[in-house]
Each structure stands twice: as C-alpha cells, then as structure tokens.
C-alpha cells in the first residue's frame, strides 16, 4: 500500500487508523499501479517514444524565458496556453471554452469538486479507469458503477436507461475505454446526456489514437452546457512527466470550475513547457502511428498464440484467456517485462511501446 516503510520515531509509529481519518477514507487504497526499474515497462500506457529532440530545445528554451520571471505568480487563466488548446483542438473552439491543470486528474478534480460532494453521486461503466471512483469519494460523493456488454461495449438505449435510473451528478464516459480499449459511439454520449439530469464528461484520454475518421465528442458541444470532453498531453503528447490536461466545455461551466481551483494552480514552468509543446503538435504527434501499428502487431501477434485480445482503440492491449494472470505476470517480470494486471479475471494488459519494446513482449509471452 505505502511506496516506502512507516518511519519509527521513539520505538513508535502510526498507522491510518490511529489518525483522525475522515470515515469515509477508511478501507480505502491509494491509486499506484507498480513501479520497478525493469528494462520494458509497458504497464501505465505511457508514450514510450521520448519527445523529439528539436523539440525539446525548444520547450527548454521557453522554460528558461519563464525562469527569468519565476519570482512572479504565473498567469493565473493561463491565457497563451488555453489559445493554445483551442487551437489545437479546433472544431471552433475559443480560449473560453477550454481548462487545464496538472493532469488529467486534476482537471477531473476540478469537476467533482464544482458538481458533485457530500450528498451527491458519480456514475461510470465498469470496468473503466481506476481513478473515477478514487476522486469521486475523495469529495465526499459516493460512486455508482454500471455494467458493459460482455465484449464491453455500450448500446446508445442500454447505457441510457442506466443513466436514467440512477439520476447521477455526474457521469463518466471513457472513449476510448480504458483498461479495455473499447471504442464508444457518439450516438451512445448523446443518449446518456439526454438522459443524465448532471454533467457528462467524456475522458478521451486516448483519443488521438483512434481511427482517423472517428469523430470526437467535441463534435457534440455546441447547444450542450453540461457536457465536458477532457483530453491529456501525456499519451500521444509523450508528455506524462510534465503533468498537463485539460477539457473543453460551455464557458458557463468553466467559470464554475474557477469556485474550486487553488490559486495559480498552473506554474510558469508547466505553462511554458505545455506552450511550446503545442507549437509542434504535427511533430509530437508523429509518433502516433508508430504507435498504433505496434498496438495491431501485438493484437495479432497475441491472437497467433491463443489468446483473445479485444478490439482496442487507444496505445494498450487488453488481452484474455489467460489461465493464471498472477503467475503469467510474474513470469514475464522475471523476464524484464512489466505490464498490467488490471483485476479483470483471466486477463492482461500491455501498452504499445516502440518496435524493440513490443518484440520484447512479445518474445517474453511465447517462450512462457
């Protein structure tokens, strides 16, 4: 649970339940999938493609321009970077319409914080991202799961009745799914908001590596207050370290999300570095295909050795048929391999990594 040992001051340390704990928090474990210095790690569906090196001079170069006025709080709305966004994101977007903070996560914070709390419920559709419920019952809100199709699919009629029936807060939508990489139809996002009284919010965490004629949910914004499409810099972006997400919404709804957030909660820094990332999003984007066409190779590769990878649209493979997930995980550990476990009986996932780190993978997997 703890990623380093209590520490012992006087013979003595404290646990969780000898603190004065919300009730609430008790029982519950910290987000953190595993960690480890292995030689390919394919388990947090990282970009493992680094960012291109012209590229990096020239994210430095505004982080040094920064710098110079680091004694100075940073532009608290962010102003060059939400233009950024908009533009990059287009489908007519303005710098109103567009939020960010450090992470997708926070930028999910930020809603649960504004539109859902004590008294209040989230719902999503399990199995999905781990954190939706984490972050929900941090606010005080209880978290409602639903149910997918035995592929893990949802129907436009079957998702809105559920909706329907437990009359959420808020809703969480990821499309691309994730740990199972399932695609969501725009049909299926716009029954759900006619049939959610809350927010919706649509996390295409993923969306940049779905097929090229699938169309967003920011398609869907216009004439829609209460819907949000949240997106992060750290998949096809290859930007995970430097912590930067963000949505797109109806400007009334991010004026609520400015009740909630800290003060500057932005630094010069991530702002420089995300600005000038932006810059060059055709190039940091190269890579994408790259990596979708490792996606493919490991889901036909793993189809030739017996097991039943789904249908994926994002950098990951959720693959089942397998006997004993513990023991093939282990297996592969011992090999220098780290993927997922992600809790789902008889099943594993693997991200896409570069061509030497899905080979990697994949010889691992046959020779166990």
Not at 22 to 49: F, I, K, M, S
Not at 220 to 249: C, H, I, N, Q, W
Not at 253 to 282: F, G, K, N
Request: net charge negative; glycine share 8%.
């Amino acid at each position: 649970m703890y990623p380093f040992p209590p520490r012992s001051m006087g013979g003595m340390s404290a646990s969780l339940d000898d603190l004065p704990l919300r009730d609430d928090l008790r029982g519950l474990t910290p987000y953190g999938a595993p960690q480890a210095p292995l030689p390919v790690a394919l388990n947090v569906n990282e970009n493992t493609h680094p960012v291109p090196e012209d590229v990096a001079d020239d994210i430095l170069d505004g982080i040094a321009r920064a710098l110079r006025d680091v004694n100075r709080y940073p532009d608290r709305e962010f102003t060059s970077l939400r233009e950024g966004f908009a533009d990059y994101l287009g489908h007519g977007l303005t710098p109103e319409q567009i939020w960010a903070a450090n992470g997708s996560n926070e930028v999910l914070q930020h809603l649960l914080q504004a539109f859902a709390g004590p008294g209040r419920t989230a719902f999503g559709f399990g199995p999905t991202y781990s954190m939706y419920p984490l972050l929900t019952r941090a606010t005080g809100a209880e978290y409602v799961t639903g149910t997918r199709g035995v592929d893990y699919t949802l129907t436009p009629e079957d998702a809105a009745a559920q909706v329907a029936d437990a009359a959420p807060d808020v809703v969480f939508l990821c499309a691309p799914n994730n740990p199972t990489g399932t695609p969501l139809s725009l049909e299926t996002i716009a029954a759900v908001y006619d049939a959610a009284p809350g927010i919706v919010i649509v996390d295409e965490a993923y969306q940049e590596f779905a097929p090229r004629e699938s169309r967003s949910a920011l398609t869907l914004l216009p004439d829609r207050e209460r819907l949000v499409v949240s997106r992060t810099m750290s998949k096809a972006f290859a930007f995970a370290g430097a912590r930067v997400g963000y949505l797109a919404a109806d400007p009334a709804l991010i004026d609520a999300l400015r009740l909630v957030r800290l003060p500057y909660h932005l630094s010069a820094l991530t702002q420089a570095a995300a600005t000038a990332a932006l810059r060059h999003a055709p190039t940091m984007l190269g890579m994408v295909d790259e990596i979708v066409s490792q996606r493919d190779r490991m889901s036909a590769t793993l189809e030739a050795l017996g097991y039943q990878p789904y249908e994926s649209w994002t950098n990951f493979v959720l693959f089942s048929g397998v006997d004993d997930p513990a023991h093939t995980w282990q297996g592969l550990y011992d090999r220098g391999i780290l993927i997922r476990d992600v809790g789902i009986p008889h099943a594993l996932r693997v991200t896409a990594g570069t061509e030497q780190e899905t080979s990697a993978f994949l010889d691992a997997l046959a020779s166990l």
